[in-house]
């Protein structure tokens, strides 16, 4: 069976489903502080899922995930990944993303599991030195979020030395869309992302543009926008590879294209087919102008590719709104 850490949430529920699709069995641990056991419900109705509810920091938690159930490999999403929330509250990301993990980590190491998919981040290469972003690219992380993504991507090192468990490390760009048949997406309260953003402004609740005066063909950040199933599928082709070539490594999720907030914008205008009220904002703190992947090393070694357009995200991500707006009304599950 397969353990999915955080598969209530955003990007660990596309996995589940993608599994569940392909008739895995899988194991769902999630505290639900961020995770939602409406996800848990959907994902129910596809296949064969256990949930479990509890927390990473507590080693017994997790302890007894693996003394109960045949684990085979693992796919860690749990973590919190708020930039702006990191750096002013650091110990809570030290202690949830790095204490968590090494609690996790200890219990596969305690019962005999030795493999292991780690959502990680673009943001451990901190300011980009050049772009596209390569996986050389040096990692200098700028935010306690970033640092604790890459501690773990050392201690992963530290354990695949010492003790035999094998990782692949996944550095997500800018994750986008939901599910193409709408049941489930992006659920974030608040939310901090640029699409559901856009998409959720009307009259009452004006779209914020942070900067548009950055080092950019149109002023506005620009960012490599991947899809969700695209992602879910790379974490399929990341086990395929650790079964097959049991080694550890690390690769770039993105699509290798760029779009500005002004691009994404206008797309998400085309698709809702109306105007979005837009305030023009002073820059955000910490956000660099340009980040885009270098892919090839996933195209390569893992044999994944991304097959969907930004406008598929953005058309997904709108049918998962409405989809949202039900489901909190108590309409549909
Ligand atoms: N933006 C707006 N208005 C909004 C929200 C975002 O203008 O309401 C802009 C941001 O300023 C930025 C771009 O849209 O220029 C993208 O912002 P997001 O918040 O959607 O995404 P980030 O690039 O900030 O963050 C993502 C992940 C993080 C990860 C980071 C890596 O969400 O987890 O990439 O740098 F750490």
């Known amino acids: 069976m397969i353990l999915i850490t955080g598969g209530a949430g955003y990007i660990g529920s596309h996995l589940a489903m993608a599994l569940l699709e392909s008739g895995n069995d899988i194991v769902i641990f999630d505290s639900l502080e961020l995770g939602h056991i409406e996800i848990i419900n959907?994902?129910?109705?596809?296949?064969?899922?256990?949930?479990?509810?509890?927390n990473l920091k507590n080693i017994d938690d997790i302890r007894g995930v693996f003394l109960v159930n045949k684990i085979d490999s693992v796919v860690h999403f749990a973590a919190y990944s708020q930039v702006a929330e990191s750096v002013n509250n650091p110990q809570k990301y030290y202690y949830n993303n790095?204490?968590?993990?090494?609690?996790?980590?200890?219990?596969?190491?305690?019962?005999?599991?030795?493999?292991?998919?780690?959502?990680?981040t673009a943001a451990t290469y901190g300011e980009p030195e050049y772009v596209p972003i390569d996986e050389n690219h040096p990692q200098r992380p700028i935010n306690a979020y970033g640092n604790s993504k890459l501690?773990?991507?050392r201690i992963m090192d530290d354990y695949d030395r010492a003790y035999g468990i094998k990782s692949v490390r996944l550095r997500y760009f800018n994750v986008a869309g939901a599910d193409s048949k709408a049941r489930i997406g992006e659920w974030h309260e608040p939310e901090t992302h640029l699409i559901p953003n856009i998409l959720k402004?009307?009259?009452n609740k004006t779209f914020k543009m942070f900067g548009t005066d950055y080092d950019t063909p149109d002023g506005t950040c620009v960012r490599d926008y991947i899809n969700v199933e695209d992602l879910a599928n790379a974490h399929i082709k990341a086990l395929e590879y650790l079964n097959r070539s049991g080694k550890t490594d690390y690769f770039n999720l993105g699509t290798g294209?760029?779009?500005?907030?002004?691009?994404?914008f206008n797309a998400c205008e085309d698709v809702l087919g109306r105007k979005v009220p837009l305030e023009i904002c002073p820059r955000r703190a910490g956000d660099p102008?340009?980040?885009?992947?270098?892919?090839?090393?996933?195209?390569?070694?893992?044999?994944?590719?991304?097959?969907?357009?930004l406008f598929d995200s953005i058309?997904?991500?709108?049918?998962?709104e409405k989809r949202l707006a039900k489901i909190k009304s108590g309409i549909v599950l």
Do not use: C, H, R
């Open 42 to 54: 959907i994902l129910k109705k596809y296949g064969n899922v256990k949930f479990i509810q509890g």
């Open 98 to 120: 790095v204490y968590g993990t090494l609690n996790l980590l200890n219990a596969m190491k305690e019962f005999g599991v030795n493999k292991i998919v780690f959502s990680s």
């Open 151 to 153: 501690m773990v991507e």
């Open 201 to 203: 402004a009307d009259e």
């Open 257 to 264: 294209q760029g779009d500005s907030v002004k691009d994404v």
């Open 289 to 309: 102008a340009k980040l885009v992947a270098d892919n090839k090393k996933a195209l390569s070694i893992l044999g994944w590719k991304p097959e969907k357009t």
């Open 315 to 320: 058309n997904s991500a709108n049918e998962w």
